[in-house]
């Protein structure tokens, strides 16, 4: 029986335990006790009633009303109420008026196995919510942050680890390949994420994460932790190789000494943790040549050319520093480039002079061809830096007149060839344009030259869709590792000379288009 004194009390022992237990407040388990046992009532007296249950949190009474609306002329009794009908069932509704709300007495009742086992539910569920919320709040400020803990089972791969107060999952994915986590162990992890989850674990952990590995470097170097040394950036093949660069604010510290530590006692600390994945610390610099020959050691780089506008690095070592500089499986220059943010391409002295010597050849070609020029001028324009027409068409003559060799009769004949040769060209890549079938949402797309049109009509991408749906690598290029060997994979648009943050801009353009229509 509910109106029982002992039943009465007993709610507010169980509503008190339990938010003692739960670490949540006393007010939302009695709110809850409220909600469940109002759901058992109408189970009761009917689900067309809108019931209202009070508890009274000083000695436990149980109030159990239907909620009814003052109406002139009744039409539901389950819902309505007369005025005269209202004054009658109490006087304190004296001032009540049609259209209010008054409170009807219920008389109390036994639960049924069915109304207990509702209420039960109602209230376990509310509680269950409760306890999640409080949890959130409890650890949302622990983001990007290294919580420890015990391991308290294996699921499938994924190791759920104790916190104390609630659980958190580190997923197979984020674990260190190979590492042997037992049942029982204590272990460190990064904190990537705290998010609501309707069901399941709220607070992510990683082991595999870059940000695990810079924050251990806090935890075990104080000239980090006091801000005389900042971490830049920190790429991770977890369990296996892994760069950090750091940077000195004060100058007169050796910030790769730092974290090296005594006899390598601070990043062995950090190894050990990482269960032995070796550490290259790169001591940074405003010259990215600096940074990247820092980053490919023990390889000795002879030269880096350096393209800030492309995020391009060429850099040139002899036959035998190139499996170094490369690693196994590409692993050394892959974390590089990671690092850096900088497309990485390694190479030889012998490749590159090649290299250049072909480009000189294409671009010589191309004036000869396209200009009718005389070899000897062709090889003149490249070696004083004009690498396509459209770089002569946009100088001068007076720039031209610079040139030794070239006069002004000269430089006024190669600016006519080489503007009749550009309206040519556009005219003809206008007409290719209507022949391959691109949609005009793509043509007016901006950002989009005419030459870019064409290369993208001859892959097949026709439409601002096919477009949006490219990642940036696809236009701009990128290297690959195919058995061993890093292998070059060509762009879409690698001849325009894209930069990958253009491409990024682009593409994402593209998206916001399609998605808004």
Not at 495 to 506: G, N, R, T, Y
């Amino acid at each position: 029986m509910l109106n029982r004194r002992a039943d009465k009390l007993e709610l507010i022992r169980i509503a008190e335990a339990v938010a003692l237990e739960k670490s949540i407040d006393k007010e939302l388990i009695i709110n809850s006790m409220e909600t469940g046992i109002a759901k058992a009532a109408k189970s009761k007296f009917g689900y067309e009633n809108e019931i209202e249950v009070q508890i009274n949190r000083e000695n436990g009474d149980i109030g159990i009303f239907r909620k009814l609306v003052i109406s002139e002329k009744p039409e539901n009794l389950n819902t309505e109420i007369s005025l005269n009908d209202a004054l009658k069932l109490s006087d304190e509704n004296k001032e009540k008026k049609i259209g209010d709300t008054i409170l009807q007495p219920l008389p109390s009742f036994d639960f049924g196995r069915i109304a207990a086992q509702t209420a039960k539910q109602v209230i376990s569920f509310n509680v269950r919510e409760a306890e999640r919320e409080r949890q959130f709040n409890d650890f949302k400020d622990k983001k990007d942050t290294i919580l420890s803990g015990i391991v308290k089972r294996l699921e499938f791969g994924n190791v759920i680890v104790d916190l104390g107060r609630t659980e958190a999952i580190i997923q197979k994915n984020e674990m260190i390949p190979r590492e042997n986590i037992k049942a029982g162990d204590r272990v460190k992890a990064y904190c990537s994420d705290v998010r609501r989850e309707p069901r399941g674990q709220q607070i992510f952990l990683s082991r595999a994460h870059p940000k695990f590995m810079e924050k251990l470097f806090i935890q075990e170097v104080p000239e980090i932790y006091d801000g005389l040394i900042e971490i830049i950036s920190s790429a991770r093949d977890p369990g296996s190789r892994a760069k950090i660069c750091v940077k000195a604010i004060d100058n007169s510290l050796d910030p790769v000494g730092a974290c090296v530590g005594m006899r390598g006692s601070r990043v062995q600390a950090v190894v050990n943790e990482l269960q032995g994945e070796k550490i290259d610390i790169v001591n940074w610099s405003e010259d990215p040549a600096v940074i990247v020959s820092n980053a490919l050691s023990p390889a000795e780089v002879q030269r880096v050319n350096v393209d800030d506008n492309n995020k391009k690095l060429d850099v040139i070592l002899t036959e035998e520093n190139l499996s170094k500089a490369i690693g196994r499986r590409g692993q050394n220059v892959r974390l590089a480039t990671k690092l850096m943010n900088y497309e990485i391409n390694i190479m030889t002295d012998q490749e590159d002079s090649e290299r250049r010597q072909a480009e000189f050849k294409e671009k010589t070609e191309n004036f000869v061809k396209n200009l009718e020029l005389d070899e000897t001028l062709g090889q003149l324009l490249v070696a004083e830096g004009f690498s396509s027409i459209d770089d002569l068409k946009d100088s001068s003559v007076e720039n031209l007149m610079k040139i030794e060799g070239i006069e002004e009769d000269t430089a006024k004949e190669l600016l006519d060839r080489a503007n009749e040769f550009y309206k040519k060209d556009q005219e003809e890549i206008s007409k290719k344009i209507k022949e391959l079938g691109l949609e005009n949402n793509l043509i007016n797309h901006e950002g989009l030259t005419p030459g870019m049109l064409v290369t993208l009509g001859e892959q097949k991408i026709l439409t601002l869709n096919d477009f949006a749906d490219l990642a940036s690598d696809e236009l701009t290029g990128s290297y690959d590792i195919v058995k061993g060997e890093r292998v070059k994979v060509r762009g879409y648009l690698e001849d325009f000379a894209l930069s990958k943050k253009e491409a990024d801009d682009l593409i994402m353009s593209a998206r916001e288009k399609v998605f808004k229509d």
